[in-house]
């Protein structure tokens, strides 16, 4: 499928969270011949300049040797409208870089980015998306209410980068003057105007994070707050709590975000290895579940998947005809394809299979080796039916 004519080009001037990068998109974008050029590395300091230099030179000479004159001069193309975008400084804040390009559909995305991708150079049928869909399974979005009895603040933290979306207070008088109100009038009162600010935090927290999707929210700072806000929430938003930690108000947007990335992972961990044990049991007692490359490419192509399980830093070599998707794994590319006789190429067939869920509406999920079944597939599926 050739990309939309709005999706052609798209530079980001800007550092960019992953979340907001349209993987669905990128994902049913093909072609029959290898076309689509994706680059990713990590762009922070002089020594990764040099060795990025030094790995991209390396690959654009070993694909040069691979290929036909005809997609040579192709390549050729689409590495002079990519190299600009390759070896442009790093801006504030960023990096890492990921470029996709392709010269004769005029098409070329620049992501800059506040965390850093693993290092490749892909020339494929379609953009090569594992890099960014592991750096998507590592940070999702999510919320830090920073609250004490008369400031709150609400922080969206996408992929590294804390961007404040709310910022209340209230005034409370912490001494009263001699003749004025009891001492236990005036602490009745401190307390009600106390649960009262909480209560319209409460109401703006709710509202923000509908209007932001984000995976959970972490309530932050000193004090008791934050158990009295938690008790404030909606069932639905007090559901989304990740954690309460104990932090200063003043506490630097750096802290803030190694903490509450901390408690993601721990988070994320917990959720992989919940569906992980799910897949085990459906497997063991011959459920919803298949393993193993053919089984799993088969429940894709059939739209029966309903969570893609990968292990994580998985690839498995193989080959695709892109006339027919005959897709086939650890097996060398024949001149034609055995079932309808198109040229084929030489894939990750993990990445394949990636591709393939998100065209289907399959969830993914990369789980880490231990928590995996005890074999040498790198990729099982649990089924919708």
């Not at 004519?5 to 011949?33: F, H």
């Not at 002079?80 to 098409?107: L, N, T």
């Not at 207070?169 to 106390?194: E, V």
């Amino acid at each position: 499928m050739k990309p939309q004519q709005d999706l052609r080009k798209v530079i980001s001037e800007d550092l960019m969270p992953v979340t907001e990068i349209d993987i669905k998109a990128l994902a049913e974008i093909y072609d029959e011949k290898d076309i689509y050029l994706s680059v990713c590395f990590p762009v922070s300091g002089r020594e990764n300049e040099h060795l990025n230099r030094i790995f991209v030179d390396s690959r654009v000479k070993s694909i040069k040797k691979a290929l036909s004159s005809e997609l040579r001069s192709e390549f050729e193309k689409t590495f002079e409208m990519a190299e600009p975008s390759i070896i442009e400084a790093a801006i504030s804040g960023e990096k890492g870089r990921i470029i996709f390009a392709c010269s004769s559909e005029s098409f070329l995305h620049v992501y800059r980015l506040a965390v850093e991708p693993e290092q490749s150079l892909v020339l494929d049928t379609s953009p090569f998306l594992l890099p960014l869909a592991r750096l998507r399974a590592d940070y999702d979005d999510y919320g830090v209410i920073l609250v004490d009895s008369r400031e709150a603040r609400f922080v969206c933290i996408r992929s590294d980068l804390a961007e404040e979306k709310k910022h209340l207070s209230t005034d409370l008088m912490n001494k009263h003057k001699k003749g004025g109100w009891s001492q236990t009038r005036f602490n009745h009162l401190r307390k009600g105007a106390i649960k009262s600010f909480l209560s319209e935090v409460a109401d703006n927290v709710k509202g923000t994070c509908d209007h932001l999707q984000t995976r959970g929210l972490i309530i932050a700072g000193p004090g008791d707050a934050k158990q009295q806000l938690l008790e404030l929430l909606p069932q639905d938003v007090r559901q989304s709590v990740l954690d309460l930690i104990d932090v200063s108000m003043d506490i630097s947007r750096d802290e803030l975000v190694e903490k509450g990335n901390s408690i993601l992972h721990e988070n994320e961990l917990a959720d992989s290895r919940k569906r992980s044990k799910e897949f085990k049991s459906e497997i063991l007692k011959g459920g919803l579940a298949v393993q193993g490359v053919e089984d799993v490419k088969s429940a894709l192509e059939q739209a029966r998947v309903n969570v893609l399980l990968i292990l994580k830093g998985s690839s498995v070599p193989g080959w695709i005809c892109e006339g027919c998707q005959n897709l086939q794994a650890n097996a060398q590319p024949p001149k034609e394809c055995d079932k309808c006789g198109g040229s084929t190429s030489v894939v990750d067939v993990v990445e394949e299979l990636y591709e393939l869920a998100r065209r289907t509406g399959a969830e993914v999920e990369f789980i880490e080796k231990e928590d995996f079944l005890d074999s040498d597939d790198v990729v099982g599926a649990l089924l919708r039916y």
